[in-house]
């Protein structure tokens, strides 16, 4: 896999929402729970995640 960037998701946690970030693919979606969230990454090829609350 030399020279190709790793799929990774940024996710951002608040009360409200999950805003999904995915790179190198700039792509992105919002999700109103994790169940639907956990459903979704689980179709997707994902080498990485990084997560942090944003608060509120």
């Known amino acids: ?3 190709t960037l790793p799929q990774t998701e940024g996710i951002s ?3 409200v929402a999950l ?3 995915a790179y190198p693919a700039s ?3 919002r999700f109103s729970n994790h ?3 956990i459903d ?3 179709q997707w090829q994902i080498e990485r ?3 942090g609350a944003i608060g509120g």
């Open 1 to 3: 896999m030399e020279g």
């Open 13 to 15: 946690i608040s009360k």
């Open 19 to 21: 805003d999904v970030f």
């Open 27 to 29: 792509c992105e979606r």
């Open 35 to 37: 169940k639907e969230l």
């Open 40 to 42: 979704r990454l689980a």
């Open 49 to 51: 995640i990084a997560y």
